[in-house]
Each structure stands twice: as C-alpha cells, then as structure tokens.
C-alpha cells in the first residue's frame, strides 16, 4: 500500500512568508475573491431570471434549467474537482477555476438563445466545482492550526457578505442595467482573484499520487447525476414515478459499484479511508442537514415576500439582509468560539439557535413586518454560521492534509445535494399540504366551487403564493381569491419551517460525535 506525503513547490520569490505556507492572509483574500464569484452568481440569477424569460423567450422549464443546470454540474463534479487538485496542484486548479468562471460569465452575458445561455450555465458550473474545494485546500495548507478557524470564519463572513450582496446588487443591476451586468459583474472579480493568486498563492499537491481513477470519476458521477436529477425531477415526476424511481435506483446500484472499485483499486478516487475517521462522516451528514433545513425552507421566503406581502426582487432581498449580513460577523465569532469551545458544543449550539428560528418562521402570519422576519434571521445567522465553520473544519481537518482537496469536494458536494434534497423534500411537502388545505379556506372564503381540473391549477399556483384571476373578475372576487391562496400557502410554509426545526434539532444531537480536527504535517494515509 502506498503511503503519500505533502510535496510542495516553491513560489515566485516574495510571493510568501514561509518556504511551506505563502502568504496566508494574502491566501485568504485571494480565495475568498474567487469564492465570491460564485456566491455572487447564485444569488443574483434568481433576480435576474424574469428579465432573462422576457428577453430571451424562455419557458418556466426553461429559467428552472438555468438554475438546475448549473447545480446539476456543480454537485456531480465537485469532489472529483477535489482530486485534481490533489493531483495537480491546487493553486493551479483554483486559477483555471477562476478562468473558466470569468468567461463563462461572459459568455452567459452574449448569449441571444435560451439553449446557448443554459449550455454556458452548465460549463460554469464545472469550473465552480474547480473553486471551492481548493479554496479550502489552500487555507487548509496556508494557516497554522491555531489560526486556521479563524481564517475560516474569516472566509465564511465573505461568503455571507456575497449572499447579503447579492439581491441587492443584482435588483439594481437588472431595474438600470440589464439583466446580463449581473454575469459580467464577475468577470472584474475574476481578474483581481487572478492577480492576486498568481504571485501570492504557494502551490500544494499529493505528489505520490500519479494517475486519476477515471472508473471511479465515471461512476461517482453517474451515482451524483442520478441521485441530483432525481431530486431535481421528483416534484415533476412525482416520487411514486417510475423515473424517479429509475433514477434513484441508478444511484444506489451505481454508487454500489464505485464503493466496491474504491476498495479494488490502488489509486482510489476517494480513500474509504477517509470515512473511518467518525468525525469526517458525521461532519458530511452535518452539511446534508444543515443545507437541506436551511435552502430548503429559505426557498419558500422568497415567494412569501414577493407573493404574499407583494414585495419587488430588491425589497425581498432587503427583507432578507438580516441574516446575510449578520453572517458577515457572526463567521469569525464561530471560528473564534471553535478555537476555545472545540466544535461539539459550538456546531450543536449552532443548531439548536437554526431550530429556535425555524420555529418562529413557521409563525409567520399575513400581517408579518419586517421585525417578525427579522429577529428570526439574526438567529440564523448565529446558528449557522458556527455549522458552517466547524462542519468545515471537521471534515477538512480530521481528513490527512494531502487528501484536504478530496475532503474539500465532499463538504461542498454534501452542501449542494442537502440543498437540493432540501428544496425537493420540502416543496413536496409544501405542495401537498397547500392542495389539503386550499379547498377549505377556498370555502370559507365564499368562492363558488371549482371543476377538478380548475382547482388543479389553483393548487399549483398557491404552491407559489400566486393567486391569479381572469381579467375582469370583480375586486371584490379578487380579494376572496388571494386571501385562500395565501392561507394555504401560509399553511404549507409553516409546515416545511416546523420539518426544517426537526431537522436542526437532529443534527444538534449529530453534533454530540464530532471531535476537532487536527492539522498534521506529511501524516502518511494508506491508498488501496
């Protein structure tokens, strides 16, 4: 079995403070720019996304491909990303990531064609997938262990000040501009990340490892494609569906298969060893929880601001800045709290806070100002950020530094697939609960009863807060019409914040197996 060391080579001359680490502040800002690029990215599409289907002619199916193209991509490929990091280098990985971002966001901006700007999305996805992996690796290889959750916090205030960013960027953009400025914003922020990792970023790889395991890229795909698509579909399919079934099937049998190729051969694409360290996994199904509890019910806020209380894009995403911005101080004081308290206490702490303001978001009522909301997103971002934080530095951390890339894939890979999961699992529930409860406050509400098929359409779009009247009805009518759909869609909202409360609690007492991480040196990991 072979055992693998940390190679490193040697940077430009200034470019770092030590011979082994480079400049680790000027690391952080250099990651944390490229990072930003796709924060930035996939906030400020949502916004964009109305403008993009006037524009370009697209169907809802369409704009829905916009978004799950690129999520598709980003989650199949990111911890083989991982790997060719450890492989080649990551720093070199990084600057094509950085790249391939920039211009793809160009390209999106020049596209005339739905098909072309979705294509685009795709490839831009891919190169995402470069980023994040090796923007961890990179911070992981650049601080000592003492200052290592700091940088961390450190990094995810940026990320919170990119999501904070975003809405509100993104709705001037589109209201002065127009809609393809909200791609083209990336490219500067690509130009400066490049500069400054190109003479400030000290290149690290696994330099043992000589070849990539290609079976293992294929199948570790094809499970992530089957299980993402499936969970993409499922609310179109419907889960009982064959194909969603077909393709969770697929999933299972082809991640059977990588699993028992991962233990056949000698150059594994990710060592099962990996996962015999407790913490690893539990910090993965920490990231799934997290993500699935907060993507999954944030999503719904959106149609509740824009829907229900009739808000425009930008003045959601004011509504929302509470906890994106109070992210940006609460990451460090997570790190902070991580470096004395260890992660335990601090990630389950974090998750209990997350429940507290499930809870009062699924308290939310028609009258809700801009308080009500509020206090309950300050307390999501004290109780995230600490999971954010300590999830990474778990994972990342107890994983031996030359496998941090591979480590780096799977944190971020767990993230994208808990948001999806979370998105599906809960907009099915949602959906459903609405179509329960919609014929009674429908009723109530003194509207003549609806043929199967009308009321159908009715439920599909109170799934959305959207409650649309023929030209010409009565106002009076009108009203009746909104005041049922809201309800129900009130009701179906409550319900998916009280699962997404479960699920906090859940990973709370998940949180209870994790140890620190600790970062080691050149510690040998048996391959095969």
């Excluded at 992660?343 to 389950?348: Q, R």
């Excluded at 009062?360 to 300050?378: E, Q």
């Excluded at 179509?435 to 109530?444: K, S």
């Excluded at 409650?467 to 019409?481: D, L, N």
Aim: proline share 5%; hydrophobic share 55%.
């Amino acid at each position: 079995m072979a055992q693998v060391k940390m190679v490193t080579t040697s940077p430009p001359s200034g470019a770092g403070t030590s011979s082994r680490q480079g400049h680790p502040w000027l690391t952080l800002l250099a990651v944390s720019l490229g990072v930003m690029m796709v924060m930035l990215d996939g906030t400020v599409v949502a916004i964009a996304n109305p403008v993009i289907g006037t524009e370009l002619k697209a169907s809802l199916a369409d704009l829905q491909w916009v978004t799950s193209g690129y999520l598709l991509a980003l989650a199949v490929f990111l911890i083989t990303a991982g790997k060719l990091g450890d492989l080649f280098g990551h720093k070199r990985i990084f600057m094509i990531g950085i790249v391939g971002f920039a211009a793809t966001s160009l390209a999106i901006g020049l596209s005339d064609s739905i098909t072309m700007l979705i294509a685009f999305r795709v490839l831009q996805g891919l190169f995402g997938a470069l980023l994040q992996p090796a923007a961890l690796a990179l911070l992981r290889a650049a601080f000592p262990a003492e200052k290592l959750n700091m940088a961390i916090g450190v990094w995810g205030a940026t990320i919170g000040l990119s999501s904070a960013a975003g809405p509100i960027v993104g709705g001037l953009l589109v209201e002065n501009v127009n809609w393809q400025s909200v791609f083209y914003i990336n490219v500067p922020v690509g130009v400066v990340a490049l500069l400054v990792g190109m003479f400030v970023i000290k290149e690290s790889r696994a330099g043992a490892l000589s070849r990539i395991d290609w079976l293992g890229v294929v199948l570790l795909s094809g499970a992530m494609f089957c299980m993402v698509w499936a969970i993409i579909k499922a609310p179109d399919y419907g889960w009982g569906d064959v194909k969603t079934i077909a393709f969770l099937a697929g999933a299972v049998v082809l991640g059977g298969v990588f699993v028992f190729w991962q233990t056949r051969t000698a150059e594994p694409l990710i060592p099962l060893s990996l996962f015999g360290n407790v913490s690893v996994g539990v910090g993965t199904l920490l990231m799934v929880l997290m993500a699935f509890s907060m993507f999954g019910a944030m999503f719904f806020l959106t149609f509740y601001f824009q829907g229900v209380h009739g808000l425009s894009p930008l003045d959601s995403g004011l509504r929302m800045l509470p906890m994106s911005a109070g992210m940006i101080v609460a990451s460090p004081l997570a790190g902070m709290a991580i470096s004395k308290l260890g992660p335990k206490v601090t990630i389950a702490t974090g998750m209990l806070i997350t429940a507290v303001a499930m809870f009062l978001l699924s308290r939310l009522d028609l009258a809700a100002g801009y308080v009500d909301s509020a206090i309950p997103f300050v307390l999501l971002a004290f109780g995230l950020s600490p999971v954010m934080v300590g999830a990474t530095e778990v994972i990342v951390g107890n994983a031996p530094e030359e496998l941090s890339g591979v480590a780096g894939g799977v944190q971020q890979s767990a993230m994208q697939v808990g948001g999806s999961m979370g998105t599906a699992v809960l907009g099915a529930i949602v959906a459903g609960r609405v179509a329960d409860v919609l014929p009674g406050h429908w009723a109530a509400a003194k509207l003549p009863p609806l043929p199967p098929e009308q009321m159908e359409l009715v439920e599909k779009g109170a799934a959305f807060a959207e409650a649309g009247a023929a030209p010409g009805t009565p106002e009076p009518v009108v009203r009746a019409i909104e005041s049922a759909v809201h309800l129900s869609f009130l009701d179906g909202m409550h319900l998916g914040f009280t699962v997404s409360t479960g699920v906090a609690v859940l990973a709370a007492l998940l949180a209870l197996f994790v140890r620190a991480g600790r970062k080691t040196e050149g510690a040998p990991i048996h391959m095969g």
